[in-house]
Every structure is written in C-alpha cells, then in structure tokens.
C-alpha cells in the first residue's frame, strides 16, 4: 500500500509578493487548503501572488479547480498570479492534459515567478 505525502500548504511574504507553496500531494480531501491560502493571499492585496508547486508530487483536478478560481479572482482584482515549478510530471501532465497551461502565467521557480514583469503593466 502506498502511503501518499500529506498536503501542506504554507505562506509568506517575499519583494511585495505573496508565495504560497504546496507540497506533497494535494486531492479532493486537501484542495481546500491550497483554496484557503490563495484566497487570503488575494485578500491581503498584494502586487502579486507566487503558487510553487515545486514540492506537489500528487495532483489532481481539485488543485487545477482551485487554480483557476483563483487565477479568476486574481484577474479581476488585477493582480498578477504566476504557478511556478520546477514542475514534477504528474503536474506538468495535468496542465498538458488539460490545455490548461496557456492560462496561467507560468515561472521555472519563485525567484523568476519574483522577477517576472507584469504582462498587464510591464513592471
């Protein structure tokens, strides 16, 4: 029997960006989390939100669900969002799978996610 990694879900404050990362495996069962985090790092009004699913080794469509509600919140505050990875393939397969990928502003880690300018604003 395989025993998956618990989700965990935690913030920060990094160059007036909020970074919430994930790791382990996130499902139906702890999606919410992730959900939680991303709708407080909406409220909280940064310049930007950073998600890094560097450490998610497991994800399903909750975790996809829950990113592009908060891609939608964070469109229409006019924040900048930006999912960063490196991407393991089980999470690269599901953005693949799902022709999701073109709608989410995409990084290779958090200090590019940090340094990418603002396709909206140039900065």
């Known amino acids: 029997m395989y025993d998956r990694p618990e989700a965990t879900v935690t913030r920060r ?6 970074v919430v990362r994930v790791g382990g495996d996130i499902d139906h069962a702890s999606a919410f989390r992730l959900e939680e985090a ?23 469509s909750s975790i996809l669900h829950v990113l592009l509600e908060a891609q939608r919140a964070h ?3 006019g ?9 393991g393939d089980v999470v ?12 989410f502003v995409l990084a290779d880690s958090v ?5 990418l300018p603002d396709p909206a604003t140039g900065r």
């Open 13 to 18: 404050t990094a160059r007036q960006a909020v």
């Open 92 to 103: 690269r397969r599901l953005f693949d799978v799902t022709g999701t990928e073109g709608y």
């Open 79 to 87: 924040t900048l969002m930006v999912v960063c990875g490196p991407f």
């Open 75 to 77: 469109r229409a505050r």
């Open 38 to 60: 991303l709708s407080l790092a909406d409220r909280a009004g940064p310049e930007r939100t950073v998600v890094d699913l560097s450490g998610t080794g497991f994800a399903d």
């Open 111 to 115: 200090g590019a996610a940090l340094d």
